[in-house]
């Protein structure tokens, strides 16, 4: 659908664009005019709809957010994440630090993906406020890769665990009596320390 309306030049005088898009006004054509003149026209409308930038709910549930398919063990900090406002209204930003990671199954494949941690703030709206309730997900990629490979141990590796375990009990249950025959000679006296020997 054409508009009837011309301009004298691409970069009209703000009066021009007034009257002559009066109609069907938008912040598009005052944004070759002045850029800054465009963010506060732009916020015309909403202000009008929604009453001031301190009602606009930006409440949200992140269910899933990954960078890359999922591995045995993955855990993505946002996942299942619920931020519910009430009576009030800000920004949140969430500063994400993506990590490359390869995962090495045993079978030999290779799975590129990403891991990522996350720092997350929240900015209360105050008014008189000069911009919008928003959600942001900034994010910045690392420079180093992870490499995750699966390993399978021998059995003579989990006996070897076994006896570490086992012996660990065996001398602290040792110390233990040590210690407790020592506590009950100094309390009852050397002879009952004899009969209880």
Not at 9 to 21: D, G, K, N, R, Y
């Amino acid at each position: 659908m054409a508009r009837s309306s011309t301009l004298s030049s691409p970069f009209a005088t703000l009066p021009e664009v007034l009257q002559t898009q009066s109609q069907a006004f938008s912040a598009f054509a005052i944004m070759a005019y002045n850029d800054l003149l465009a963010v506060h026209l732009s916020l015309l409308y909403p202000l009008q709809i929604f009453e001031g930038s301190s009602r606009v709910n930006v409440s949200h549930v992140i269910h899933d957010l990954s960078f890359g398919p999922k591995y045995p063990g993955i855990q993505n900090p946002l996942d299942g994440t619920k931020r519910i406002l009430v009576d009030t209204s800000g920004t949140f930003r969430y500063y994400i630090k993506i990590v490359p990671t390869e995962y090495h199954y045993l079978s030999k494949e290779v799975i590129p993906t990403n891991q990522f941690s996350v720092s997350e703030y929240f900015a209360p709206m105050l008014e008189p406020a000069r911009t919008w309730p928003a959600v942001y997900f900034l994010y910045d990629l690392s420079p180093i890769t992870v490499t995750i490979t699966e390993v399978r141990h021998s059995f003579l590796h989990f006996m070897t665990r076994l006896c570490a375990v086992l012996g660990g009990t065996f001398a602290m249950t040792g110390m233990l009596d040590r210690w407790m025959y020592r506590f009950l000679e100094a309390v009852t006296g050397s002879s009952a320390g004899s009969v209880l020997r």
